[in-house]
């Protein structure tokens, strides 16, 4: 994922640690929905809550870690195409 996503500074009192965003931006740079996101949380990706019912702040570094080894493989679209060529041939 290298797509860059320039977020707006919050508010000083809304201020998170150097280096986390709110789980609405980390879903906006990952483009995926919150609920994926919450989801993923749910699969292991790493938090941080600075107190109990403060809000979930994560890293764009976790995220990375997260999904890369579930990053699907690249496919040779070509070779699928003349293996199935070849099929109908027969």
């Given at each position: ?83 199935v060529i070849a099929?109908?041939?027969?």
């Amino acid at each position: 994922m290298t797509n860059e996503h320039s977020q707006s500074t919050p508010a000083p009192a809304e201020q998170a640690p150097r280096g986390y965003v709110s789980l609405a931006d980390a879903a906006h740079w990952a483009s995926v929905s919150k609920k994926t996101l919450v989801r993923y949380i749910g699969q292991g990706l790493r938090v941080h809550q600075a107190r109990p019912g403060s809000k979930l702040l994560v890293r764009l570094e976790d995220i990375r870690a997260f999904l890369k080894p579930r990053q699907a493989k690249g496919v040779d679209l070509g070779k699928l195409v003349d293996e199935v060529i070849a099929k109908v041939r027969g």
